[in-house]
């Protein structure tokens, strides 16, 4: 079982295309069905989640090929998971 913690301390990389998207800053949950719907990574260009451009990545959980060690990987199209945070 995994832990908030011990996702955060993977990097998301990107099967289709080789893309390194980031670490896991946090996630998106259902609270009606007690799943993770999503990962989210901080966008291109932002510092610790805080300081940069208002965007981020969002990961559908359906698109998680396998966690690994130390890494995550998927398989999704880039510009179909950076959203603006206001999302």
């Not at 998207?21 to 510092?47: C, H, Q, W």
């Not at 690994?68 to 199209?77: A, E, M, R, S, T």
């Amino acid at each position: 079982m995994a832990r908030m913690y011990d996702l955060r301390q993977k990097e998301i990389v990107n099967i289709s295309d080789g893309a390194r998207y980031g670490f896991v800053s946090d996630m998106e949950l259902d609270t009606n069905e007690g799943k993770i719907t999503a990962l989210i990574v901080p966008g291109p260009g932002r510092v610790l989640g805080v300081f940069g451009r208002d965007q981020e990545y969002r990961i559908p959980w359906e698109k998680i090929q396998k966690i690994g060690d130390d890494i995550i990987l998927v398989d999704c199209n880039t510009g179909n998971v950076l959203v603006g945070s206001e999302q």
